[in-house]
């Protein structure tokens, strides 16, 4: 059974022989019962149904990290799942967390999923101890009472995602927009922007008639041909969308979103293993001051996992700046407002409270900020 609850609590276990057993804290929250409800579709199209099995073997557990296969498999396994052109994929290339857990007796196994949402889900099935995943994805996985926590998050980056149209239309700004087309994927970052845009400019919802896309490429397709009058896309798209076409662009998320992108671990492993998602924690942020400092290496980096010209990655990596934050009420406050919005448009079916899986005293968090150990 799935517990809708998530306790920071002397559950957690240190692994290191010279940290103390704690004493039992005040529970955080209490997890109101939901029911069981399909994920919808954030980046990807459809439902996530599991987009990657457990490769461990038998004995694998969220709780405990699987034996590794091989000769030398007397150590144990870290499953973490990234997608591709994700921050994740820097740490993976970089190699300096394989490097710091082989001295530590485990192995990384590196799981590759299309969108959040398919890798929450295999979180929830134990396939996957880490992750990371965009905003949106956390509220629609603990809308399904999926078994995760916020551990922390990227640096935001607001310009990351935006609202444009044809540079020929008549359309100048948002409130123009009444009557029009705009393809969005359906509860994507980009999806979320345009809602408060629409609704600050004094514009209903039905005001406008919202095209669902399956991806970005689906999405640009639309608004090259024309057959939308306007588009919502996130970068690396959204930059590859301004170089292309050379569009208008009505807003991005300055003053919206803070269009962050979080860490998450599975609830158990989380519970037994805080000292591991504070290792990887560390090397994300040296994998991230690297990427801050070799900004042209990233662009190739970028550019060739994802098949995408490096003047789009160029610009989306230029506007952006990497770093690794851990969580906090001003980080707490625009993801509630995020899970209150997809309530009341219907895209989640009940109310959720995030702080309940986002803890900010956690034990990964006791030695304050991320630094490169």
Same mark, same amino acid.
């Given at each position: 059974? +799935?517990?809708?609850?998530?306790?920071?609590?002397?559950?957690?276990?240190?692994?290191?022989?010279?940290?103390?057993?704690?004493?039992?804290?005040?529970?955080?929250?209490?997890?109101? &019962? %939901?029911?069981?409800?399909?994920?919808?579709?954030?980046?990807?199209?459809?439902?996530?149904?599991?987009?990657?099995?457990?490769?461990?073997?038998?004995?694998?557990?969220?709780?405990?990290?699987?034996?590794?296969?091989?000769?030398?498999?007397?150590?144990?396994?870290?499953? +973490?799942?990234?997608?591709? /052109?994700?921050?994740?994929? %820097?740490?993976?290339? $970089?190699?300096?967390?394989?490097?710091?857990?082989?001295?530590?007796?485990?192995?990384?196994?590196?799981?590759?999923?299309?969108?959040?949402?398919?890798?929450?889900?295999?979180?929830?099935?134990?396939? *996957?101890?880490?992750?990371?995943?965009?905003?949106?994805?956390?509220? #629609? /996985?603990?809308?399904?009472?999926?078994?995760?926590?916020?551990?922390?998050? @990227?640096?935001?980056?607001?310009?990351?995602?935006?609202?444009?149209?044809?540079?020929?239309?008549?359309?100048?700004?948002?409130?123009?927009?009444?009557?029009?087309? %705009?393809?969005?994927?359906?509860?994507?970052?980009?999806?979320?922007?345009?809602?408060? &845009?629409?609704? $600050?400019?004094?514009?209903?919802?039905?005001?406008?008639?919202?095209?669902?896309?399956?991806?970005?490429?689906?999405? =640009?397709?639309? #608004?090259?041909?024309?057959?939308? @009058?306007?588009?919502?896309?996130?970068?690396?798209?959204? &930059?590859?969308?301004?170089?292309?076409? $050379?569009?208008?662009?009505?807003?991005?998320?300055?003053?919206?979103?803070?269009?962050?992108? #979080?860490?998450?671990?599975?609830?158990?492993? &989380?519970?037994?293993?805080?000292?591991?998602?504070?290792?990887?924690?560390?090397?994300?942020?040296?994998?991230?001051?690297?990427?801050?400092?070799?900004?042209?290496?990233?662009?190739?980096?970028?550019?060739?996992?994802? /098949?995408?010209?490096?003047?789009? %990655?160029? =610009?989306?990596?230029?506007?952006?700046?990497?770093? *690794?934050?851990?969580?906090?009420?001003?980080?707490?406050?625009?993801?509630?407002?995020?899970?209150?919005?997809?309530?009341? +448009? /219907?895209?989640?079916?009940?109310?959720?409270?995030?702080?309940? =899986?986002?803890?900010?005293?956690?034990?990964?968090?006791?030695?304050?900020?991320?630094?490169?150990?």
């Amino acid at each position: 059974m +799935i517990k809708n609850q998530f306790n920071l609590s002397d559950n957690y276990k240190y692994v290191n022989s010279n940290v103390r057993a704690r004493s039992k804290r005040k529970r955080l929250w209490k997890a109101g &019962a %939901i029911g069981t409800w399909l994920l919808l579709m954030a980046f990807a199209a459809g439902c996530a149904s599991g987009a990657a099995g457990s490769t461990s073997g038998a004995d694998a557990s969220p709780a405990t990290p699987a034996k590794a296969d091989g000769a030398a498999g007397t150590g144990k396994v870290i499953r +973490i799942g990234y997608q591709k /052109g994700n921050t994740l994929n %820097i740490l993976k290339v $970089k190699g300096n967390l394989d490097e710091r857990l082989k001295s530590e007796g485990y192995k990384v196994e590196w799981k590759v999923f299309a969108g959040g949402n398919f890798l929450l889900e295999a979180m929830s099935s134990g396939s *996957v101890d880490f992750g990371h995943a965009a905003d949106g994805s956390g509220v #629609f /996985g603990q809308a399904g009472n999926k078994p995760f926590v916020y551990v922390a998050n @990227d640096l935001p980056n607001p310009e990351g995602i935006g609202i444009v149209v044809h540079s020929d239309s008549a359309i100048e700004s948002i409130a123009e927009l009444k009557g029009k087309k %705009i393809a969005v994927a359906k509860g994507g970052n980009h999806h979320y922007l345009a809602v408060l &845009a629409l609704e $600050k400019a004094g514009l209903k919802l039905d005001d406008v008639q919202f095209v669902y896309v399956k991806d970005a490429s689906e999405g =640009r397709a639309l #608004f090259e041909t024309k057959q939308v @009058d306007a588009l919502g896309s996130w970068d690396p798209f959204f &930059a590859a969308v301004e170089n292309d076409l $050379k569009p208008l662009t009505l807003t991005d998320g300055q003053g919206y979103s803070p269009n962050r992108t #979080f860490y998450y671990a599975n609830e158990q492993f &989380a519970k037994d293993h805080p000292d591991l998602i504070r290792l990887i924690l560390e090397e994300i942020q040296e994998a991230d001051e690297w990427a801050n400092e070799h900004k042209p290496e990233v662009v190739k980096l970028l550019s060739d996992t994802l /098949g995408i010209d490096a003047d789009a %990655i160029e =610009r989306a990596v230029g506007r952006r700046q990497y770093g *690794v934050e851990l969580l906090s009420s001003e980080i707490i406050a625009p993801q509630q407002q995020l899970a209150d919005t997809y309530h009341r +448009i /219907g895209l989640i079916p009940s109310q959720i409270q995030v702080a309940e =899986r986002m803890p900010v005293d956690a034990p990964w968090a006791k030695d304050g900020p991320i630094q490169n150990k």
